[in-house]
């Protein structure tokens, strides 16, 4: 595929436009304790469902809150939990999660800026929840940046399946190869591939560029690099 064909950046959000581990592993610790109540087993059980080592303070590459849902994580939390709720689970994990300090992996202004002063638009394809990711996005002060922000629950089937993007692409009336899809994790690139847009794996997430370049048409470091992939700047 063709970069020079590009008109649309679409972003994920955890472990793209924010770094994993600088924004979610500290975070993590902290609700797990929470959740535990002082109760060194229970917090045992949950950081074992949620694949978080509590002894290094980080996930493990294969935990299910990388690329997945809050529904996700409600239901792996739910048995190890049982005088929880899981509206109760739910309430506290969005909550929780809206108010957790994003670190971006570059300083976001000048490079968005630099991509839609190249003509580019700009959106985000998360699953996450569409109102944290707005709240992430506007304390970073770069909401303003995206035409479109969606999340698991703004009406698309998440990732790894297609729709969200090709959501994306039918707003912006753009065709799918004209778009490129960046993220972290193999969820993002798989449905990239399979919306039929470029794929740009980055090494913000987890996954290493072994696991990302089987799907992706380039990896970069991060972000960053954008320009110099799309030729812009």
């Known amino acids: 595929m063709a970069f020079d064909e590009i008109r649309a950046v679409l972003f994920d959000k955890d472990g793209t436009l924010f770094d994993f581990s600088a924004s979610w ?30 002894q290094v303070g980080v996930f493990e590459p294969s935990s299910p809150v990388i690329a997945g849902t809050l529904e996700e994580q409600v239901v792996l939390l739910a048995p190890v939990l049982p005088d929880m709720s899981p509206v109760e689970i739910r309430t506290m994990l969005h909550q929780s999660a809206t108010e957790a300090k994003m670190v971006p992996p570059v300083p976001l202004g000048p490079l968005l800026g630099m991509l839609q002063g190249a003509g580019l638009t700009l959106g985000v394809a998360t699953n996450d929840g569409e109102a944290p990711a707005r709240a992430h996005l506007t304390r970073a002060g770069v909401l303003g940046s995206f035409a479109h922000v969606l999340g698991y629950d703004s009406g698309y089937t998440p990732k790894p399946a297609p729709d969200m993007l090709l959501g994306f692409a039918e707003r912006m009336a753009l065709p799918p190869r004209a778009v490129v899809m960046v993220g972290d994790s193999t969820h993002d690139l798989i449905a990239g591939r399979a919306a039929g847009m470029v794929t740009v794996g980055v090494l913000t997430g987890l996954a290493p560029v072994e696991v990302l370049a089987p799907h992706a048409d380039a990896v970069i470091p991060d972000i960053g690099y954008l320009p110099e992939v799309l030729g812009v700047g």
């Open 25 to 54: 592993s500290g975070w993590a610790g902290h609700l797990i304790l929470d959740l535990a109540q002082g109760d060194a087993a229970r917090a045992s059980a949950i950081a074992a469902v949620l694949r978080y080592d509590l």
